[in-house]
């Protein structure tokens, strides 16, 4: 069964750095979506992506934060400046769209700033 | 507008006994539904999903979960509680009638006692 990919499962970086985190959607899929899940706390959106343009964004989802689609299979989310606070899981979907519009999930990026 | 309210943020129940979380979700637009089970330090394994279909949804390690849409409920239920049922549970709704994001329930910690 298709899945979604995510590369690199798990990435230190320092704070000040800039980190790309990668995900291969499944490939007929159109839309793309980034969550995040600080340590303890519930999964939360941050930006969903469409047509080469960003669909809608969470108001976590600031100037220090990018997403693209480089190519045709990789979509990315930059961070510019790592900040200690953007330790988390992040995680990527995607949804085919019409008719089923379900999200599937990579299994995610955990990323620690130190 | 979508939202998702996980009743019980730690539930505990006896090995063998029955397992009961609570979800109840608003969402403008028919919706689809999913619980998520999170082992400390890993990604979101999906348990189950309502994408309107069959209101009643049987999935992994003998999981099973109602939709009552007149009760706006999607509780996840389980005869008989394993040791390894111990985690993190996620109730999500994503709208099944356009590519809006996700959105996850504060997650319930369940426990199993010997």
């Known amino acids: 069964e298709p899945e979604v990919t995510q590369t690199p499962s798990h990435q230190v970086t320092q704070m000040g750095q800039e980190v790309i985190l990668r995900c291969v959607p499944i490939?007929?899929?159109?839309?793309f979506y980034w969550y995040r899940q600080i340590l303890g706390q519930k999964v939360e959106f941050l930006v969903s992506?469409?047509?080469?343009?960003?669909?809608?964004k969470s108001e976590i989802f600031d100037d220090q934060f990018s997403v693209e689609r480089p190519d045709g299979s990789n979509f990315t989310l930059k961070i510019r400046s790592t900040k200690l606070e953007d330790s988390a899981m992040y995680f990527c979907?995607?949804?085919?769209?019409?008719?089923?519009?379900?999200?599937?999930f990579g299994p995610g990026t955990r990323l620690t700033v130190t | 507008a979508q939202s998702v309210t996980q009743l019980g943020s730690h539930v505990s129940v006896s090995e063998g006994a029955l397992v009961l979380l609570r979800c109840n979700y608003s969402?403008?637009?028919?919706?689809?539904l999913f619980w998520y089970v999170q082992y400390p330090n890993q990604g979101l394994q999906l348990l189950l999903k309502?994408?309107?279909?069959?209101?009643l949804v049987k999935g992994i390690n003998g999981f099973e979960a109602e939709f009552k849409k007149s009760e706006t409920s999607f509780h996840l239920t389980k005869p008989s509680a394993h040791m390894s049922d111990a985690a993190e549970y996620f109730c999500?709704?994503?709208?099944?009638?356009?590519?809006?994001?996700?959105?996850f329930g504060d997650g319930t910690t369940l426990t199993v006692k010997p």
């Open positions: 999500a709704v994503t709208p099944g009638t356009n590519a809006g994001k996700s959105t």
């Open positions: 992506f469409y047509n080469n343009e960003i669909s809608e």
């Open positions: 979907a995607s949804s085919a769209g019409q008719p089923s519009y379900e999200q599937y």
């Open positions: 309502y994408t309107s279909a069959a209101t």
């Open positions: 490939s007929n899929h159109l839309y």
């Open positions: 969402s403008s637009v028919p919706p689809y």
